[in-house]
């Protein structure tokens, strides 16, 4: 497996959400970021068909609509998180997808659960609460004021539904072949996107409402930015499979996510240091458990 694309999706991962993010802050609607997002990725996996083949499978077929709707699923969790919560807390948090991946495969994919995957978990346990303290802005005492919990929330059930795609994708994608069931499972994501604006589907003229223009080049640009990667680990983990490795790599994305987020600013850890501190080690014990728990599969 190309060790370097998982790495370089979990870059663009980082970079697309920041587009996300500066345009939620500057007036866009959760539901438009999600929609525009997905919709990106039904366009950059679309000309797959072309380049990969396929062949007719009932039970692939019912994986692709299967990961699509998880995929789904975990997109609204994401950007709820991403709306609520900063970048460098919430898109940490979604390393925990390695987890997830790691435990599901031992129940659907017959792989075992290790000692090292249950140390890992342990350490997951602590860099999720490291992520999402918040210290007392008047107080020298790290001990926080509160903890965000939404967005904790949120991520921690994005991550959920996205180990769950990923499972689907390496169990059914071969059976279908990839220019098949990437194109077909992103379908069914585009397909369930007017879902989002259900009971109230947007108005013509109600664009500006819900994507204010000064909010455009940002969320246009992130969802260009987030369809690409997201197509890119469904590809790599479609033809080569282990998609515990890869989300290993992937999880560097909390990484980016923090390091941007401080130089670029606009989040907590731009105000106070100790909350940059925090979630920089938090982030790296993410990425150790995920790194044992797969170590000793």
């Given amino acids: 497996m190309p060790l370097f694309l998982p790495l370089l999706a979990s870059l663009l991962y980082a970079v697309g959400s920041w587009g996300l993010k500066l345009g939620l802050r500057r007036g866009a609607g959760p539901q438009i970021v999600t929609a ?12 797959l068909i072309f380049f990969f083949p396929g062949q007719p499978n009932a039970s692939g077929f019912w ?6 709707t998880a995929l789904f699923l975990g997109r609204i969790c994401a950007i709820r998180a991403l709306s609520h919560g900063d970048l ?15 435990i ?56 959920f539904f996205f ?46 409402g819900i994507l204010p223009a000064r909010s455009r080049p940002s969320t246009l640009t992130g969802s260009a930015v987030i369809g690409f990667q997201t197509s890119l680990v469904i590809l790599v983990i479609g033809i080569f499979g282990h998609a515990t490795a890869t989300n290993v790599i992937y999880a560097a994305r909390g990484l980016w996510a923090v390091l941007l987020e401080g130089a670029a600013g606009g989040g907590a850890t731009t105000t106070d240091s100790r909350i940059l501190v ?16 797969v170590g000793s599969l």
């Fill in 163 to 208: 180990a769950l795609t990923d499972i689907t994708v390496q169990k059914y994608a071969r059976m279908l072949g990839v220019g098949w069931f990437q194109p077909l499972m992103f379908s069914t994501l585009a397909l369930l996107t007017p879902l989002l604006f259900f009971p109230r589907p947007p108005l013509p003229g109600s664009l500006q």
């Fill in 63 to 68: 994986g692709a609509i299967l990961a699509g």
């Fill in 104 to 159: 599901l495969t031992s129940l659907f994919l017959d792989d075992p659960i290790t000692p090292g995957l249950l140390a890992g978990a342990v350490l997951t346990s602590l860099a999720v609460t490291l992520l999402s303290l918040t210290p007392t802005p008047a107080s020298k005492s790290w001990w926080p004021g509160k903890f965000d919990r939404v967005t904790t929330g949120w991520a921690l059930l994005a991550a």
């Fill in 278 to 293: 925090l979630r920089l080690t938090g982030a790296a014990l993410l990425l150790a458990a995920v790194a044992l728990a």
């Fill in 88 to 102: 460098s807390h919430a898109t940490p948090l979604l390393g925990t997808k390695t987890i997830f991946v790691a």
């Fill in 36 to 47: 525009l997002s997905n919709l990106s990725m039904a366009g950059w996996s679309a000309p």
